[in-house]
């Protein structure tokens, strides 16, 4: 079936430092969600996108739509010890019941 | 709003034993679904629902039942437990979205099933 590939798998940054990172899938997608986990809890929806080239903020987090609709971007700014989680890319193309989800990516932020 | 709840947070079975996880939404959304995650493995979908009565399966429905009789409640039936079972569940729902597109999910805060 169809599957996204998010990267990167892991990241180790400094508390301050700004982070990317992607989901790219080989079909067109309509809608692509921005989600993150925290240890021992669900996943928390952070940003909705549902247009081709669509820009959207939330605080510190920007995400994008890409043009191709075949990736989105998140992008984390002056990163703090409360955004250390998993962050997962989840997408749905044409004619499904279902999201696809990104194999998450785990960000681990040293003070 | 309570949102989407789950039952039990944890629960310990020997293999062959069934069980149902729980799970329900105050949010009148028509879309239910469940996934199990396992480390490595991202969330994969299990059995969902478009509404009461109607359901259908997801990637990996192998060794799960799941009806909908009301639009509250979406319960994941495991008729023999197996220690590939051993994973993270979670039911998630959200607004059913016209032809062609998809609403955001939101998720319960997960079950972890141990199988020995």
């Known amino acids: 079936g169809q599957q996204l590939n998010q990267s990167p798998q892991s990241m180790f940054i400094q508390e301050g430092e700004d982070v990317s990172m992607n989901c790219t899938s080989s079909s067109i997608f309509n809608t692509w969600l921005w989600y993150k986990q925290d240890p021992g809890e669900g996943p928390v929806l952070l940003i909705a996108l549902y247009k081709a080239g669509e820009l959207t903020s939330n605080g510190r987090l920007t995400a994008q739509f890409g043009i191709t609709r075949k990736d989105s971007f998140l992008n984390i700014s002056a990163s703090i010890p409360s955004d250390v989680g998993i962050y997962f890319c989840a997408g749905h193309y044409q004619g499904a019941q279902k999201l696809v989800f990104g194999q998450g990516t785990r960000l681990t932020i040293n003070p | 709003n309570a949102g989407v709840t789950q039952t039990p947070k944890f629960q310990v079975l020997k293999t062959g034993q069934s069980m149902t996880l729980q799970c329900a939404q105050d949010m009148n959304h028509e879309y239910m679904s469940w996934y199990r995650q396992d480390p490595g493995m991202g969330l994969r979908l299990i059995h969902y629902s478009v509404g009461a009565g109607i359901t259908d399966q997801g990637e990996v429905p192998n060794g799960y039942n799941v009806s909908r009789s009301t639009t509250e409640d979406f319960p994941l039936r495991l008729l023999s437990a197996a220690p590939s079972q051993t994973s993270v569940y979670f039911c998630?729902?959200?607004?059913?979205?016209?032809?062609?597109?998809?609403?955001?999910?939101?998720f319960g805060p997960g079950t972890r099933l141990t199988v020995t």
């Open positions: 998630a729902s959200s607004y059913l979205a016209p032809q062609g597109q998809f609403y955001e999910q939101y």
